[in-house]
């Protein structure tokens, strides 16, 4: 079975795959949502994976392939010490040198952000090109994919979580609210206000540079969403074609089975016993 984990400011995505044959698609059989784990130490990583699996009724020792998309740098040495320790699996990193068949044209391709890379193989996989994916996140990325499947670039703003929070810490008398979709576009309360605002706000700031970049990019170009917030914004957006909730984990999937091999001949070689030279 293959782990992906997609490890995110404010939350880490995990999958748990059924790695099949060529002619078989592979089976996301649990998937969970958690906290990004900054203050916690590989064993506690380890101790709530395990409880996850367990709960899901899946054993660590089923895992034999781990695949890891992280913007949290300072976490990965901790990430990566908790996966060896309680899977005995050594984790495969989306970084510059790992094959994802995905051509990065860009001034320098090596900060584009791994979950930015997966996402839009997995974008392309699904729907080809011209595409354009938007990650509704801590930060909202929108990452343009061309008809022949290179990265071509895009676009980061600010989440809607951290404009909320602005707004929330800088007006001492607005209440922090529940962000939820207005029932109305004109508010009678300050909640409603403050709801709308933010809703409509967000939905305003995708639009706007969806629009802007399909008619860069021409007509027939096709738009997914992700992210914990793509299903609350998509509703409303005009521009928004599809929602996949497990872009990220797909696209760790499919980055992984193009490293397959080469991965588990490194692993073999690192778990091969050393000859004592003179015995």
């Known amino acids: 079975m293959l782990l992906a984990v997609d490890v995110g400011n404010t939350n880490m995505v995990m999958g748990l795959y059924r790695m099949t044959t060529p002619e078989q698609p592979a089976e996301l059989l649990s998937h969970w949502r958690v906290t990004t784990p900054l203050e916690q130490t590989s064993d506690e990583i380890g101790v709530t994976l395990r409880s996850l699996f367990h709960a899901s009724g899946h054993d660590l020792g089923d895992v034999n392939g781990i695949a890891v998309s992280s913007v949290v740098p300072p976490l990965d040495s901790m990430l990566r ?8 699996v050594k984790p495969l990193f989306i970084e510059p040198g790992v094959k994802t068949g995905l051509p990065v ?83 009678t309360s300050t909640v409603d206000n403050i709801q709308i605002g933010l809703y409509y706000g967000y939905i305003g700031l995708v639009d706007g540079i969806l629009k802007r970049m399909i008619a860069e990019l021409g007509p027939e170009t096709k738009t997914v969403a992700t992210g914990g917030l793509a299903k609350l914004i998509s509703p409303g957006s005009e521009c928004i074609g599809e929602v996949d909730e497990m872009l990220t984990l797909n696209g760790l999937r ?8 080469r991965h588990r001949d490194r692993n073999h070689r690192d778990r091969t016993p050393m000859r004592r030279v003179g015995v």
Do not use: Q
């Open 81 to 88: 010490n908790a996966f060896e320790t309680f899977f005995h």
């Open 105 to 187: 044209l860009t001034d320098n391709p090596s900060e584009v952000g791994a979950d930015r890379i997966v996402n839009c193989v997995a974008a392309f996989e699904r729907f080809g090109g011209p595409t354009i994916v938007v990650d509704m996140g801590t930060a909202t990325t929108f990452d343009v994919i061309s008809k022949k499947g290179e990265f071509l670039g895009g676009a980061i703003a600010p989440g809607l979580g951290i404009a909320a929070d602005a707004l929330f810490s800088r007006a001492a008398r607005l209440p922090r609210i529940d962000i939820r979709r207005p029932a109305k576009v004109i508010g």
């Open 254 to 261: 499919l980055v992984y089975e193009k490293n397959m091999d």
